[in-house]
């Protein structure tokens, strides 16, 4: 398939106008007809059709035009890295789980930069869920993502940050007046808990299930600070990372006295990747300057 006609067909998708999309590519009305009649013919089917004096895309057109602008834009982004390690630029595209952001990663990136402040580094940066920077890696929009679901696909760096997980409850809950707390005492509560495609959800089911079973679960939401704010409302208790906290919760944050839940978050990046000089230095950094947290505890139990 043609790049170029890749090009001409997005263009007139927006333009809408042979005329237009020519004039803006600098080419001619009859190479822009070729390019969409020769990848209509390779993909089998319509994708602009003449409405009144204008085009527009039929179905098939909609959704190609998707995958083409992407396929468009990764290739675009690959020319402009390529040529800011040309012109001694190098960009470091980093993903992360959000409540990195809060603290841990911009210390890690500022510290980074007066270590290397001889280098012309620049940074992109991508906040998702797991799943979410996943796909992000896969698509090559980043470079190196920060989460803690690991697979054979990806190469760890190592543990850069251990995140605790901890109970809440509202500030009149029953649970407030005990000396100690185990999660075996939690399970006659309802619970607000997480969807299935949670990541924080899998961290804290076997604990629940080694503690005699499964709570009854009142709400299932996919955001911590959601969570917490249904507990707020008196609707539930919930495990949730502590992170997700701030003053304007109104919780009881309480230390559970038989667990020590929470995970590890690992910096990693694909096998197959090319790793520049630069990125292995940060690698390397951020290996060499963990969180306190993964220092004070060598281990979750």
């Known amino acids: ?11 007139l998708a927006h333009s809408r106008s042979y005329a237009v999309a020519a004039e803006r590519m600098l080419t001619t009305q009859p190479n822009i007809s070729y ?21 527009k895309l039929t179905a098939y057109g909609k959704q190609f035009l998707k995958y083409a602008e992407g396929t468009l834009k990764t290739l675009d982004s690959g020319v402009n890295a390529i040529h800011r390690s040309v012109q001694d630029h190098t960009v470091i595209r980093i993903g992360f789980l959000r409540y990195l952001g809060s603290e841990y990663l911009p210390r890690l990136v500022v510290d980074f930069q007066k270590e290397f402040e001889d280098y012309n580094i620049e ?8 799943a979410g ?3 992000a890696m896969a698509a090559n929009r980043l470079d190196v993502i920060c989460c803690a679901n690991l697979n054979e696909k990806y190469k760890d760096h190592g543990v850069i940050y251990r995140q605790k997980f901890t109970l809440i409850v509202p500030p009149d809950h029953p649970l407030t007046k005990m000396e100690k707390v185990t999660l075996r005492d939690t399970m006659k509560y309802p619970y607000i808990y997480y969807v299935k495609n949670n ?44 992170e997700t906290l701030s003053s304007r919760v109104n919780v009881t944050e ?33 290996a060499e300057h963990p969180d306190k947290t993964v220092i004070e505890n060598s281990e979750i139990k």
Request: hydrophobic residues 45%.
């Open 254 to 286: 309480i230390e559970l006295a038989d667990v020590n839940m929470g995970r590890d978050i690992h910096m990693i990046l694909t096998d197959s990747q090319d790793v520049s000089p630069l990125l292995k230095e940060l690698l390397k950094f951020a």
């Open 199 to 242: 990541g924080i959800r899998n961290v804290i089911e076997p604990y629940l299930k080694a503690a005699g079973g499964m709570p009854d679960i009142k709400y299932e939401l996919q955001e911590e600070r959601v969570v917490a704010g249904f507990v707020s409302a008196g609707m539930g208790i919930a495990i949730v990372p502590h």
């Open 133 to 135: 920077l996943h796909e």
């Open 35 to 55: 390019a969409i009649t020769q990848l209509e013919n390779e993909l089998g089917v319509t994708l602009v059709i003449k409405n009144g004096r204008t085009n």
């Open 123 to 130: 940074f992109e940066f991508e906040t998702s869920n797991s």
């Open 1 to 11: 398939m043609n790049l170029i006609h890749l090009r001409y067909f997005v263009e």
